[in-house]
């Protein structure tokens, strides 16, 4: 599967990096040629020099062969720009990296949707979210949420010889049905 990257700073580093170990056909498009080219020294993919909203870029990047567009640079609107382009030449999925919330929110002028993007990212926000999440529930290891947050599933360390060690979650069920939760 073609995956286009567009930005190598750390994220797209870091993606790159991963999905090609995954076997993935990366393609990396960075307009710094020295961070390009210390990318294709470093790891298994193809790299483009330019700027990722720049059709003819996209175009020698194969983006009419790929599946999936992340833009993940640092600038907003090269990232939205990308995403727009390669969902009209038939990117089937495009993630864009957006730190503005003017971009994100409710308010914004376009959607998503009319955008052509899929999924919005903020990193910040998201880390801040994730932080809070963990905060609310300070001995939890994990915190993962499901059905539009309305579940949290929270990761435990039981330690060797607490009450409930070894005992199953119908067990510690039925002590506990009279607490509500």
Not at 4 to 14: S, T
Not at 97 to 117: C, F, Q, V
Not at 132 to 139: D, G, M, P, T
Request: hydrophobic residues 45%; glycine residues 8%.
């Amino acid at each position: 599967m073609r995956v286009l990257i567009v930005g190598a700073g750390e994220v797209g580093f870091h993606l790159a990096e991963r999905l090609s170990q995954e076997n993935q056909d990366v393609v990396l498009i960075e307009q710094d040629p020295d961070r390009a080219e210390y990318a294709s020294e470093q790891i298994d993919v193809l790299t483009v020099v330019g700027n990722g909203a720049s059709l003819p870029v996209l175009e020698q990047a194969g983006v009419r062969e790929a599946r999936i567009l992340l833009a993940v640079t640092s600038q907003d609107e090269v990232n939205l720009i990308s995403c727009l382009a390669a969902n009209r030449l038939g990117v089937e999925y495009t993630i864009a990296r957006i730190s503005n919330p003017e971009y994100y929110t409710d308010e914004s002028a376009l959607s998503k949707e009319e955008l052509g993007i899929d999924l919005m990212i903020n990193p910040e926000r998201e880390c801040a979210w994730e932080t809070f999440q963990l905060l609310q529930s300070a001995a939890a290891t994990d915190v993962a949420h499901f059905a539009d947050g309305r579940v949290q599933l929270l990761g435990l360390i039981v330690k060797e010889g607490a009450p409930v060690a070894g005992r199953t979650l119908a067990e510690l069920g039925t002590d506990l049905r009279d607490y509500h939760y």
